[in-house]
């Protein structure tokens, strides 16, 4: 049992170590309100985390009518107890006073309150008459990875086949496009291969751009407690950062920012440099290894080390862990999915485990991570634009297979090219062919790039936008329509975690007062936009999260993320189940291909590729010939230097990222005092030497300025790579004094004023990670020099 009292100074708690091999002991963790005791609780509803993509499972609290506290789950896979700091505390901000509670229109100008009617007509009758004069590509939908999989799912119907439009997304886009880019390309499909489990059983562990101490801390915890087991794992970090996990990492690579696939492609050179490819793997499940073999030829440690500025020592040092380890795990996340070549760089990664054969057993992991609770039903429902269950829009089959399943004719399914995705989809309400954007569960006007053009794009008269959240964020202060939403712990849903795991979250409280859960929120939609099928019935015949769910099953049956063996039923009591669960695998799938590569035939993927260049889709013919067994596709790619360097003006790296106390735009984060106090305000990070070539010391008030934008922000001296600088991402508009809004009032503090407008060309997700910057000084630190001084930049 671990008292959560002292969480926010150490985030992981006391250490339960375990040697390999071995199952992980059981944890408990708990926080109650003060006041409340375990005993005096009057009931615990099961849930799971919704503020990462570990799939914590936990308990709600529950006493006269609202929430008191969580427990950790001890019979659960993923966390056997366990909770991070997020968990422990976030759930405060359920009951904030400033939540939603009645929807919102705008009136002459300024939102204001109305009921349910008044507000859901206004956004039919937008709909209705957008329908008529412009046709359904004037309609697009931008949601998240924070809904359950009955809400996604419902979305998506509501959306490919009610609307009929291709303009869908979700914030998914900025945030794991990448993995199932990457799933895409090399396994056919999307689909993670690995299990958490590998945790416990490998002898090497590989962590790329992925910061896990801080952002999946209660995975964090397994890892430590192998750390500090019998017979440890050896640990590769690869971060620009000096992050806790490049502290106990054996091999800490700190490149340049966008540079990952000149690093790999110099580590996968040692790998066949020193012969330790795994060739029956390769022959038996491959194509193109040879192809790979050439283009990694010249791609020596020294010559990576030049462009990344890694010793290539190190790169030899770290390719000889990776090609000894006899158990691999590696996991990949926002460093590589973020920055430059970020597709590139992550089937990279898997080509690593395709030539160890390091695949499909017990260590032998490959996890491309997730980052919200619930993106992979985002992806897999089909509300990130492409068509649910994992179907190919390239695939005339799985299209009609589609329609017959939602009983509609294929022509009504827009498939005539890949979906629109959110960067594109701003683009076009900016030009004016995308007039009513209804955005669920995100809050772009902090978490997209470009601020000041997103502000203007959501601003303007023509677009109608409709925000539904649980807060009036500075999204929803520029929306047309604003609809309070339940959100965990006030609905019943599913969610699926990084890997694969399915968890139940159930309704502990009613919502304040008369938000509504989001499902009941399209469900209220579709009824009233009468939609219909080709017989004339309802389109969508569903009515609660039961019903969602079992029309999900239909949906997903017999493709590679079949849930047909689960129900709410089964997921309720025990321990979450990994998808696929069928008749033949009732207890779930511990691991993808562990009988060879099972989802990648031309008759079955997901998708055919894509250019590594260029992003082009590869043609069904070309796929057939290329690939015709269906085997696992090893895709080469030549590094690239990226789009935006340093240059004189703007002399650092820029790049971005999280804090281990805060959840994104701080919506419920920052409404948790223990959390909040944590992290209050926004800092740089630069390094100690940086810091005095340009005399600067800790706690200067500096500015960050980029062609786009500036932010004003406290120096914190960290062991950064020189030649960088790094912005939490987290603060936005909504909580600073006197609504301070730039640029009007001058630099802002989010850092997406300063990122740039650019975007991988194959998963199309923005490149919040590498970009260039200045640092200049605003005002010295009160009680450092005692002199306050201003720079020209200083508009104040
Ligand atoms: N506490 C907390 N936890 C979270 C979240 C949160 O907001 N707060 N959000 C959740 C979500 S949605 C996500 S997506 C995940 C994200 O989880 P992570 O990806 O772990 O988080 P980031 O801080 O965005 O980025 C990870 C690391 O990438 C490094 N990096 C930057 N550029 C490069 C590069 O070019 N190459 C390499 N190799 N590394 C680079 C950064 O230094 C940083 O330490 O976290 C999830 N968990
Ligand atoms: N510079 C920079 N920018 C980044 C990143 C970065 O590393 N650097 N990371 C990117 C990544 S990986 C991500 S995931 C995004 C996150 O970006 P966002 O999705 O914009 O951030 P959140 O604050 O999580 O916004 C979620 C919103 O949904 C609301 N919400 C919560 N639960 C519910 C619910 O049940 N129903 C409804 N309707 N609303 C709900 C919350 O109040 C909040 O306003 O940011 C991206 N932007
Ligand atoms: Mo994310």
Redesign the pocket.
């Known amino acids: 049992m671990d008292t959560s009292s002292d969480r926010i100074a150490n985030p992981w708690g006391t250490r339960t170590p375990y040697a390999r091999g071995a199952p992980w002991p059981v944890r408990t963790d708990t926080h109650l309100r003060e006041g409340v005791t375990e005993q005096n609780v009057e009931r615990w509803v099961q849930a799971a985390s919704l ?4 799939g914590d499972a936990m308990d709600i609290a529950v006493r006269e009518g609202g929430i008191v506290g969580v427990r950790g789950r001890a019979a659960d896979r993923v966390n056997r107890g366990r909770l ?3 968990d422990l505390y976030g759930w405060q901000a359920n009951a904030s006073p400033d939540r939603l509670t009645r929807p919102l229109i705008r009136d002459n100008g300024r939102l204001v309150e109305c009921d349910w009617d008044t507000a859901m007509d206004r956004i039919t009758a937008r709909t209705r008459s957008l329908l008529d004069e412009r046709g359904p590509g004037s309609i697009g939908f931008y949601t998240t ?1 924070q809904l359950f999989l009955e809400e996604y799912y419902t979305l998506a119907v509501v959306a490919h086949a009610g609307i009929g439009t291709n303009h869908l997304d979700g914030n998914t886009r900025l ?2 496009a990448t993995a199932a880019e990457a799933l895409k390309e090399t396994f056919g499909s999307d689909g993670q291969p690995g299990s958490y489990e590998d945790i416990d059983h490998a002898d090497t562990i590989a962590l ?5 101490a ?4 209660v995975l964090w915890m397994r890892l430590l407690d192998r750390l500090d087991g019998a017979d440890p794992p050896r640990l590769v970090c ?4 000096y ?1 806790e ?1 490049a502290r106990r990492a054996d091999v800490h ?1 700190a ?6 696939v000149a ?1 790999l492609n110099a580590l996968l050179h040692e790998i066949i440099r020193t012969d330790r490819v795994d060739r029956t793997y390769v022959e038996a499940h491959t194509v193109g290894f040879e192809e790979l073999a050439a283009r990694v030829e010249d791609c020596t440690p020294t010559w990576a080390a030049d462009i990344c500025d890694v010793p290539a020592a190190q790169i030899e040092r770290a390719a000889d862990l990776l090609g000894g380890a006899r158990r691999l795990l590696s996991t990949v ?8 070549q970020a597709t590139a760089a992550a089937v990279q990664v898997n080509n690593l485990h395709l030539l160890r054969g390091m695949l499909g057993r017990p260590g032998c992991g490959l996890l491309q ?4 609770p619930s ?1 992979q039903n985002t992806r897999e429902c089909g509300a990130d634009g492409d068509l649910p269950g994992f179907r190919n829009w390239q695939n005339d089959r799985h299209v009609a297979d589609l329609a017959a399943v939602w009983n509609v004719e294929p022509e009504r399914i827009p498939h005539y090219g890949p979906p629109t995705h959110a960067m594109h989809m701003f683009r076009f309400a900016e030009q004016g062919s995308i007039r009513m954007l209804w955005i669920t569960g995100t809050n772009p006007a902090v978490s997209l790039p470009e601020l000041s053009r997103i502000r203007a794009i959501l601003a303007q008269e023509r677009l109608f936008v409709v925000a539904q959240d649980l807060f009036l964020t500075e999204t929803a202060q520029l929306a047309d329509v604003v609809l309070p939403a339940a959100t965990w712990g006030e609905k019943t849903g599913t969610l699926t975690n990084a890997d694969r795991t399915v968890h139940l979250s159930e309704k502990a409280v009613e919502p304040p007062g008369e938000a509504r859960p989001d499902l009941d929120i399209l469900l209220d939609f579709a009824a009233r936009m009468d939609f219909r099928d080709k017989d004339g019935g309802p389109l969508i015949g569903w009515h609660d999260p039961e019903s969602a769910f079992a029309a999900w099953q239909r949906c997903s049956a017999g493709r590679p993320c079949d849930y047909t063996g689960l129900s709410h039923e089964r997921l309720r009591g025990g321990s979450g189940i990994q998808w696929p669960c069928t008749d033949e695998a009732p207890d779930g799938t511990a691991r993808l291909y562990t009988d060879g590569i099972s989802f990648a035939h031309p008759d079955v993927c997901e998708s055919y590729g894509r250019d590594m260049v260029t992003g082009a889709s590869v043609e069904p013919v070309e796929y057939r010939s290329l690939n015709p067994d269906g085997r696992a596709v090893i895709k080469a790619a030549e590094y690239l230097p990226p789009h935006e360097d340093t240059s004189e003006a703007f002399p650092l790296q820029l ?10 735009t701080r919506t419920k ?1 920052a409404r948790a005092p223990e959390l909040n106090a944590a992290a209050p305000d926004v800092w740089a990070e630069i390094s100690p030497a940086e810091a005095s070539a340009q005399g600067l010391a800790d706690g200067d008030l500096v500015q960050v300025t980029t062609p786009r934008g500036a932010v004003r922000a406290r120096l914190r001296t960290t062991a ?1 790579r020189d030649g960088m600088v ?1 912005l ?3 603060y936005g508009y909504w909580d600073t004094p006197a609504g301070h809004r730039p640029p009007d009032d001058g630099p802002g503090r989010a850092a997406n004023e300063t990122t740039v407008t650019d975007w991988d060309p194959v998963s199309k997700q923005p490149l ?3 970009g260039a910057a200045r640092v200049t000084l605003v005002s010295r630190r009160a009680g450092g020099t005692g002199i306050r001084t201003e720079t020209a930049e200083n508009g104040s």
């Open positions: 503020l990462h993509s570990n991070g700091p997020k990875g945030c794991t790329f751009g992925h910061n896990m801080e952002t999946q801390t690869v971060d620009p950062r992050t996990v690579l490149p340049r920012a966008g540079t990952n690093l996340l926002q460093g590589v999915y973020q920055s430059h991570m997730n980052g919200q993106a790049i971005t990222g999280r804090t281990v106390y805060h959840f994104h984060t950064i790094f939490p991402f987290h919040f990670k590498t």
